[in-house]
């Protein structure tokens, strides 16, 4: 079974850091390109992050550029977001998606990790 | 404020159809390929539709997409009490830094 599984969420307080872990399983994950998105209670979707299959190219939203950082370790199946410099409005469900194949889509999402920012 | 505007809900009765625009701009519609998303309560989103107008294996005929020009439009036949739930358009943005776009999201009432 194709699968993300997100872990790595909690509390922490402001200017504080996480790392975020996807572990990915049923798919050859070295050959997809992946990104983070993120959804704040009672708020729409937005994405965070993008890394090729290589990790040779990142994109990052301008909310979390210079604090975040994306990476992968394809020997391991896992995806990671290093998030330093936490605030408040970091507060969110952070879900690993996985890009479809030669189509500009996120076809399978994992089931979410919840981060909370607060002292 | 999205990039991508749809209505924040329609709603209609169970066997209705209802349509869900995102409207948006050459930077991001008008150049790139649109996909929709369900997220049911509670839930992961889901995909739905890609590349403006198919769908992944597992999705009834049901749902389908469009396009035109910086518009994009998700319809949904023969509506259920299981469709109830958020829909999300999305695109590449190439305005000013490669982003990735949603739409603010659309709830669906099935009355």
């Known amino acids: 079974e194709v699968q993300l599984v997100e872990s790595g969420g909690g509390l922490v307080q402001p200017g504080g850091s996480l790392r975020l872990s996807c572990a990915a399983s049923g798919f050859t994950f070295s050959s997809y390109e992946m990104n983070w998105v993120r959804q704040a209670p009672g708020k729409g979707l937005e994405w965070v992050s993008y890394?090729?299959?290589?990790?040779?190219?990142?994109y990052y939203a301008d909310s979390v550029k210079g604090r975040f950082t994306i990476s992968r370790d394809n020997a391991k199946n896992s995806l990671y977001l290093q998030m330093n410099s936490l605030r408040a409005e970091d507060t969110a469900v952070y879900y690993c998606?996985?890009?479809?194949?030669?189509?500009?889509?996120?076809?399978?999402w994992g089931q979410g990790t919840m981060v909370t920012v607060s002292s | 404020q999205s990039v991508l505007t749809q209505p924040p809900s329609v709603s209609a009765a169970p066997g209705q159809k209802v349509t869900i625009s995102c409207s948006g701009s050459s930077s991001n519609i008008g150049n790139n390929y649109v996909s929709w998303y369900q997220q049911l309560p509670g839930t992961a989103p889901k995909l739905l539709i890609y590349d403006n107008n198919k769908r992944p294996s597992g999705i009834p005929d049901r749902f389908s997409g469009s396009k035109s020009g910086t518009s994009a439009t998700l319809g949904i036949t023969g509506l259920q009490t299981g469709d109830e739930a958020d829909y999300y358009c999305?695109?590449?943005?190439?305005?000013?830094?490669?982003?990735?776009?949603f739409g603010g999201g659309t709830k669906l009432t099935v009355l």
């Open positions: 890394i090729s299959s290589s990790g040779s190219t990142i």
């Open positions: 999305g695109t590449w943005d190439s305005s000013l830094s490669a982003n990735w776009v």
């Open positions: 998606a996985r890009d479809a194949v030669r189509s500009e889509a996120f076809d399978i």
